[in-house]
DNA sequence: CTACATGCTATAGTGACTGTAGGTTCAAGG
DNA sequence: CCTTGAACCTACAGTCACTATAGCATGTAG
């Protein structure tokens, strides 16, 4: 039905960039497409819902080889979903741990912030806290 | 004082990889150190303070340029710190923003994850959910 | 038929490191 | 004094998911 989609097209409708597109081709997550005589890329349904599929597990976090995986799981569709609900779970536990790293740096921002009382640099509680080597305000010890 | 302190050495006091290090020195976050006549560098607790606080302020989630700035100012103790305050709301909100996006996020895979029946691929729920180009259930609309 | 927007490939840049290759230096033990 | 081997050196490639650029080629509207 919908054929005729220029690559800058289905980069409208799937509010993405152009470079974006062939990257994901280029990677193997979007199929090549069809090609007019003078090369360009010309996309139809299939390739449109295939970009939404990527577009919308990007949006919640998942990576690219997490996305390549579903796409093949979703392709073999008597697969028990077990895997798919593993990797599911797996995005979620960490965008919860990137939450709870975030909420415990909040809290200290949020401390240093208002202990500045806007004098000179040399008594700022900002650098001062920033300086603290030994950390004893700091809640936090993980990685970004 | 405790001078004669190997890269080795510093990485391990400052919980950093001795390649960070050598990659602050080459971004200009650490000053050059002195070198042994074989040309191994050797710090000085003046490094290691500057070290414990760029990666103090790295662990707050400033990024490298704001480090940057805020070493500079802190050479100068006159000046005023409406600077560095300002420095440190923006972080602040950066973090901020990316808890609520990663909220939004943590709702809709919980969602997901919570409607999966534990069937085959063909009918997972999370598959569906992602495959949704029409984003109906979606609450988020920004980017990582 | 001519503009010119859009497309093409190839390559480099982003941020903040991390890892590797291939060689050199240092400190300790024999 | 000499050897061993851990730790050091430089330079460069790789990570992730794009994004941007340069220098052409194509497609389409007027």
New binding site residues.
């Given amino acids: 039905m919908a054929e005729d989609l220029?690559?800058?097209?289905l980069?409208l409708r799937a509010s993405?960039?152009?470079?974006?597109i062939?990257?994901y081709e280029q990677e193997g997550l979007m199929p090549p497409p069809a090609r007019?005589?003078?090369?360009?890329?010309r996309y139809d349904k299939a390739h449109a819902d295939r970009l939404a599929f990527i577009r919308h597990a990007?949006e919640l976090g998942f990576?690219?080889?997490a996305i390549r995986e579903l796409l093949n799981l979703s392709d073999d569709p008597d697969q028990p979903c077990a895997r798919v609900d593993s990797v599911a779970r797996e995005v979620l536990a960490d965008v919860e741990a990137k939450i709870s790293r975030l909420e415990a740096l909040r809290i200290e921002l949020k401390r240093m912030v208002r202990q500045c009382k806007h004098g000179r640099v040399g008594e700022c509680r900002v650098i001062r806290v920033l300086a603290d080597h030994s950390h004893s305000n700091c809640l936090s010890h993980g990685?970004d």
Avoid: E, M, Y
């Avoid at 220029?6 to 097209?9: A, F, L, Q, V, Y």
């Avoid at 007019?36 to 890329?41: A, H, I, L, V």
């Fill in positions: 220029t690559i800058g097209k980069a993405t960039k152009v470079q974006t062939r990257f007019t005589s003078g090369g360009q890329r990007r990576p690219l080889d990685h």
